[in-house]
């Protein structure tokens, strides 16, 4: 594997990147979620796009303005479009021989990609899409109870509470929280993301970590029976359990070499 790091300019600003070189014409876009540098979390990224890399597919990484060794202002994942935009057009400068583009994000990379309504790249793997709105106290009901359905299983959660060292008050708030009825209408920011994508004509992907919250949060309001929703048992917000790692890399390799 050949691994080379390179700049490239956003709206004023020079932009970190990491091109894990490949033969292949179909390339993978990795963008980072939250504030995490372009190796991700554990050093998780990197290792992923060595493994795709491996696989005969090029897999660009970024780290968009303000965050890892990326110049500007960091105005989180609702700004990140023109970071985006950047990067596809330095993918094609870099990879000159590319045929597809198809790009991976988790957490809100993937909320961000799904915003700026997919342009440019011919495929999306959306992984754990963030849905849950600055102002939103507790998360939906499914994800307070099965919150809820973990701590009784845990001796140490039991005896916090018959030790007086929960916050009744809050316990009660969360419990009233989980009795709520689900809304069946989109709203904020999931009916945003659900806008960006209505008229995107590429393949979509979504994939959720079963134990993870934000993922939960995202299943919870998102069209249930939507056949592009692929669930992995057990698995973590970044995936980082073996099973996990796989399964993820072999979800990705799927939507890279679809027609």
């Not at 990197?46 to 660009?60: D, H, L």
């Not at 994000?105 to 990609?113: I, K, P, R, V």
């Not at 109870?145 to 845990?154: A, G, I, K, S």
């Not at 069946?184 to 079963?210: N, P």
């Amino acid at each position: 594997m050949n691994r080379r790091h390179f700049l490239f300019e956003c709206e004023g600003a020079r932009l970190a990147a990491t091109l894990d070189d490949a033969p292949g014409t179909v390339v993978l876009l990795l963008v980072s979620g939250g504030n995490e540098v372009r190796a991700g979390a554990w050093n998780g990224q990197a290792k992923f796009a060595a493994r795709i890399a491996g696989r005969g597919y090029p897999v660009m990484r970024f780290d968009r303005r303000g965050v890892g060794d990326s110049e500007g202002v960091n105005g989180e994942f609702r700004s990140s479009a023109p970071d985006i935009a950047a990067a596809l057009a330095a993918l094609r400068r870099e990879c000159p021989q590319v045929t597809k583009i198809v790009a991976f994000g988790n957490c809100d990379a993937a909320s961000a990609l799904m915003l700026t309504r997919g342009a440019g790249i011919d495929a999306m793997v959306l992984s754990n899409p963030w849905t849950i709105d600055n102002d939103a106290r507790d998360g939906p009901a499914e994800v307070v109870r099965d919150h809820y359905r973990r701590r009784l299983t845990d001796p140490a959660a039991i005896r916090r509470l018959l030790t007086g060292k929960v916050s009744i008050g809050k316990l009660l708030r969360s419990l009233l929280s989980a009795a709520r009825p689900a809304s069946a209408r989109l709203s904020g920011l999931a009916a945003e993301m659900a806008e960006g994508i209505a008229t995107y004509r590429g393949c979509i992907r979504f994939l959720v970590a079963a134990r993870d919250r934000t993922g939960q949060a995202f299943l919870a309001k998102w069209n249930k029976s939507d056949t592009r929703i692929r669930i992995c048992p057990d698995a973590t917000h970044s995936y980082v359990e073996l099973h996990a790692q796989d399964w993820l890399v072999e979800q990705v390799i799927a939507v890279l070499e679809a027609q």
